[in-house]
């Protein structure tokens, strides 16, 4: 064999040697890239699953005086009703700054819905029952949807 075969020999081996390797890096570039994203969304779930689970202590309580204030309007007690959720300001002091970050885009609406029910229920108040049903529910809805009730 002249030295040229022998060249061109281990030229070919080389060269197919380098693109076995280069489509091997790039095989596992990709498998790399699947596992990272894999991960991130891991973690995303992961970091939602903790702020469900940090929601559900700060949004229950409020949802349990909704609750409450609902069943006496429908009971006919708008009086009650006033008396119970007066007392909702209170517990939103506490509430709504643990909400507020785990809410997300969704707060300004809450923030909203909450203003209107304080103003609903304010001492001296005397809402109709469609307005204080219509309060109550304003809250109560974008609450339970975010805890996933």
Known sequence: MTRLDRLSRLSLSLVAAGSLAL??????????????????????????????????????????????????VKGGNLAGAVT????FEALWDKAGPVIQPLAGDKWPAIETAAKTLISTFAKGSSPDAAAASSAISGLAGPLSALIGK
């Open 23 to 72: 489509a091997g890096c790039s095989q596992t570039s990709d498998t790399a890239k699947q596992a990272a994203g894999g991960l991130g969304q891991a973690a995303k779930e992961a970091a939602q699953g903790a702020g469900q689970a940090a929601l559900a202590p700060a949004v229950t309580p409020v949802l349990d005086l909704l609750k409450k204030g609902e069943a006496e």
């Open 84 to 87: 119970t959720l007066g007392g």
